[in-house]
């Protein structure tokens, strides 16, 4: 039997995992342009704003090695 094969379905899901993708990761990279008004508004010293940027980092890292152990287990 003859199946058609769909070369939409592949780009469909590369687009949605590259969308994904930057909606993940922009909030991150929203935080080293907005220093300076972070700190003004809400009183925040550098090390605190430094925080902000390396928290969400440090979390996924800290998340993703017992999730990668579970998934292998």
């Known amino acids: 039997m ?4 769909s070369y939409r379905m592949p780009w469909a ?3 949605c995992a590259t969308m994904l ?3 993940m990761w922009a909030p991150i990279f929203c935080v080293p342009p907005m220093e ?3 700190k ?3 009183m925040l ?3 605190q704003t430094s925080l902000l940027y390396s928290a969400p ?3 996924m890292i800290a998340v993703s090695i017992p999730a990668g152990i579970i998934s292998a287990g």
């Open 2 to 5: 003859y199946q058609e094969r």
């Open 13 to 15: 899901i590369l687009g």
């Open 21 to 23: 993708g930057f909606a």
């Open 36 to 38: 300076h008004i972070l």
């Open 40 to 42: 003004e508004e809400l």
């Open 45 to 47: 010293t550098h090390a």
């Open 57 to 59: 980092m440090i979390m």
